[in-house]
């Protein structure tokens, strides 16, 4: 009867506590399996109630058929309940429905086609809000809460929801995959790694995401300073665009009242230059753009909690693509439009022959090849270390009177250490060359104990005999001649001196695009010794020389240089 009344009273209310009171009134006859109003309401011995329909099917879908519980709070009943009508109940949601004020379901979020749904909703399902890995059912908010309340799941692992809970099942044993196998690289079960993956390499499936955690930490690293360096590269094109643009300018105005063709041309070539330069901008941005959709990517991998899904998708993800560095931007030099500007004063009648000939001499200043800013050449050994590179002797090319140790280290005597001809064996001089072609940004170091030794970088289709195939005597190789008393440097037999302390270790660093090969000393100190700047026109291969018994070189190994 009270129940009557304050439903009577409903429609008199203002309008929000009026439905502030059918909220209230619906919380209480609400379902907590279906979460909609009791229909054919029971009361079972706990004192909660159900739809009948509900909770006859919650019961019959228990594992454990000889006892049922509650699904609130968890009490248990043996023999299964006799279920009657609670006429009471009934009678209160028939008397809400007929006041007509009944408001539309409480704010429960109703799973969508693109939603993880309630797996332990019946009827209409609701959003999951968590994923459990060992009951491999998702559930929403309500149907949670046992999770957090009753001791029986407190070791239960709680993730965020997916619609891929089933691929934690092994499909073979119907087991949940625990366990990782490194040697084929996939999630198995407890009884895999005892039958078909017996004696494999495993471990954990969470163990193994922590290890893969962190070499995704690095792997996102990379990515985070390709995206820097591509930012600048995009910085400097677009200096260079500013800089054509300008020459360009400048050389119009001084040449338009002389030769309208110069105009013409000149307008041309900046057409181009500007173009070439756009393209290549365009092209680093969707790099950038790439890179960041591979950030996030990594991102959201690195927050996923299911271990299955991790390691399903890590193979996938984390293999960043090793692409070369970011190409060198040669900045725009204005020399091109000087020398019209001179042509044109000097001679009207010669400036035709002079963008047709000597223009065509000069290079694009920018080209898809070479698109990286010339940066500073390292200044400690640490700034060095960051380029050094493994590389090794070959001993096809060594001369009969060296012996090749461990494939990098080269020992000199006057007999013979191999009788065996081969096209690339030096013949005349007794040096080697390694197998390694360089370009880019490169840097090793060689050390002795016995000085009279040759440092050497050398194009690979070097002579491989008579005079012109020694090193430092053509135009195909450069050459440090390290002495007891000093250093000395050939190219194209042309001899520099240099004085300098003497150190048992040189470093070489190379950077090919911007034609710079430079030798130093190294001690406590980096001790420039020699610096070459010139074009390289094909890959560089390092190379060691030795003319007297008993001496010997060695191309120190990472383990070395660090030391």
């Given at each position: 009867?009270?129940?009557?009344?304050?439903?009577?009273?409903?429609?008199?209310?203002?309008?929000?506590?009026?439905?502030?009171?059918?909220?209230?009134?619906?919380?209480?006859?609400?379902?907590?399996?279906?979460?909609?109003?009791?229909?054919?309401?029971?009361?079972?011995?706990?004192?909660?109630?159900?739809?009948?329909?509900?909770?006859?099917?919650?019961?019959?879908?228990?594992?454990?058929?000889?006892?049922?519980?509650?699904?609130?709070?968890?009490?248990?009943?043996?023999?299964?309940?006799?279920?009657?009508?609670?006429?009471?109940?009934?009678?209160?949601?028939?008397?809400?429905?007929?006041?007509?004020?009944?408001?539309?379901?409480?704010?429960?979020?109703?799973?969508?086609?693109?939603?993880?749904?309630?797996?332990?909703?019946?009827?209409?399902?609701?959003k999951a809000v968590r994923s459990c890995l060992q009951c491999l059912v998702s559930y929403c908010e309500q149907h949670l809460q046992p999770?957090?309340?009753?001791?029986?799941?407190?070791?239960?692992?709680?993730?965020?929801?997916?619609?891929?809970?089933?691929?934690?099942?092994?499909?073979?044993?119907?087991?949940?995959?625990?366990?990782?196998?490194?040697?084929?690289?996939?999630?198995?079960?407890?009884?895999?790694?005892?039958?078909?993956?017996?004696?494999?390499?495993?471990?954990?499936?969470?163990?193994?995401?922590?290890?893969?955690?962190?070499?995704?930490?690095?792997?996102?690293?990379?990515?985070?300073?390709r995206i820097q360096q591509r930012e600048k590269d995009v910085l400097v094109l677009q200096q260079e665009v500013e800089t054509i643009n300008?020459?360009?300018?400048?050389?119009?105005?001084?040449?338009?009242?002389?030769?309208?063709?110069?105009?013409?041309?000149?307008?041309?070539?900046?057409?181009?230059?500007?173009?070439?330069?756009?393209?290549?901008?365009?092209?680093?941005?969707?790099?950038?753009?790439?890179?960041?959709?591979?950030?996030?990517?990594?991102?959201?991998?690195?927050?996923?909690?299911?271990?299955?899904?991790?390691?399903?998708?890590?193979?996938?993800?984390?293999?960043?693509?090793?692409?070369?560095?970011?190409?060198?931007?040669?900045?725009?030099?204005?020399?091109?439009?000087?020398?019209?500007?001179?042509?044109?004063?000097?001679?009207?009648?010669?400036?035709?022959?002079?963008?047709?000939?000597?223009?065509?001499?000069?290079?694009?200043?920018?080209?898809?090849?070479?698109?990286?800013?010339?940066?500073?050449?390292?200044?400690?050994?640490?700034?060095?270390?960051?380029?050094?590179?493994?590389?090794?002797?070959?001993?096809?090319?060594?001369?009969?009177?060296?012996?090749?140790?461990?494939?990098?280290?080269?020992?000199?005597?006057?007999?013979?250490?191999?009788?065996?001809?081969?096209?690339?064996?030096?013949?005349?001089?007794?040096?080697?060359?390694?197998?390694?072609?360089?370009?880019?940004?490169?840097?090793?170091?060689?050390?002795?104990?016995?000085?009279?030794?040759?440092?050497?970088?050398?194009?690979?289709?070097?002579?491989?005999?008579?005079?012109?195939?020694?090193?430092?005597?053509?135009?195909?190789?450069?050459?440090?001649?390290?002495?007891?008393?000093?250093?000395?440097?050939?190219?194209?037999?042309?001899?520099?001196?240099?004085?300098?302390?003497?150190?048992?270790?040189?470093?070489v660093y190379l950077d090919h695009g911007a034609g710079t090969l430079s030798f130093y000393s190294v001690s406590e100190t980096m001790t420039?010794?020699?610096?070459?700047?010139?074009?390289?026109?094909?890959?560089?291969?390092?190379?060691?020389?030795?003319?007297?018994?008993?001496?010997?070189?060695?191309?120190?190994?990472?383990?070395?240089?660090?030391?």
């Open positions: 009867m009270v129940w009557r009344v304050v439903v009577g009273l409903l429609p008199s209310l203002g309008g929000k506590m009026a439905q502030q009171a059918i909220q209230l009134d619906k919380e209480k006859l609400c379902c907590s399996i279906c979460l909609d109003l009791l229909k054919d309401p029971v009361t079972i011995p706990c004192g909660h109630s159900y739809c009948i329909k509900c909770i006859k099917s919650y019961w019959d879908e228990e594992v454990r058929k000889e006892i049922h519980s509650c699904p609130q709070c968890r009490q248990t009943f043996r023999p299964r309940p006799v279920l009657v009508k609670n006429t009471m109940l009934a009678d209160l949601v028939e008397e809400l429905k007929k006041t007509g004020l009944q408001a539309a379901p409480a704010d429960h979020c109703f799973a969508g086609p693109e939603d993880v749904s309630c797996d332990f909703c019946t009827g209409r399902k609701l999770h957090f309340e009753s001791p029986a799941f407190a070791k239960h692992k709680l993730v965020d929801t997916s619609k891929k809970l089933w691929e934690n099942i092994c499909t073979r044993h119907n087991e949940v995959m625990k366990i990782f196998c490194r040697t084929d690289q996939q999630c198995i079960c407890y009884l895999c790694s005892v039958d078909e993956h017996k004696g494999h390499d495993t471990i954990s499936a969470a163990a193994e995401m922590t290890e893969k955690q962190k070499e995704l930490g690095v792997t996102r690293q990379k990515v985070q300073l300008s020459s360009a300018d400048k050389a119009v105005r001084d040449s338009q009242k002389i030769f309208t063709a110069v105009k013409q041309q000149i307008r041309s070539r900046q057409k181009t230059e500007v173009s070439q330069a756009k393209k290549l901008q365009e092209k680093l941005q969707q790099q950038i753009a790439e890179l960041r959709r591979k950030d996030a990517e990594l991102e959201l991998l690195s927050h996923t909690e299911d271990h299955t899904q991790f390691l399903h998708n890590y193979t996938l993800l984390s293999r960043v693509s090793e692409a070369a560095d970011s190409p060198r931007i040669n900045i725009c030099s204005p020399r091109y439009t000087e020398d019209v500007t001179v042509a044109v004063s000097e001679a009207r009648d010669k400036l035709q022959d002079i963008l047709s000939e000597k223009w065509a001499k000069i290079p694009l200043t920018v080209t898809e090849a070479d698109v990286s800013p010339p940066s500073a050449e390292p200044k400690t050994r640490v700034e060095f270390l960051k380029y050094s590179c493994q590389i090794q002797l070959d001993p096809h090319t060594a001369h009969d009177c060296i012996f090749i140790e461990l494939e990098r280290k080269a020992k000199f005597a006057l007999f013979e250490y191999v009788d065996s001809a081969h096209p690339d064996r030096f013949t005349t001089w007794s040096q080697v060359l390694c197998r390694e072609s360089l370009t880019g940004r490169c840097y090793w170091e060689v050390k002795w104990e016995v000085p009279e030794v040759f440092v050497a970088v050398a194009y690979k289709n070097i002579s491989r005999e008579g005079r012109e195939s020694a090193f430092g005597y053509n135009d195909k190789s450069w050459v440090l001649q390290c002495l007891c008393d000093g250093y000395e440097f050939r190219h194209n037999n042309i001899r520099t001196s240099i004085s300098a302390p003497h150190s048992s270790r040189v470093g420039l010794l020699h610096r070459v700047q010139t074009t390289f026109t094909q890959p560089l291969c390092p190379g060691l020389g030795m003319y007297f018994s008993g001496t010997s070189a060695e191309i120190c190994t990472a383990l070395d240089i660090d030391d």
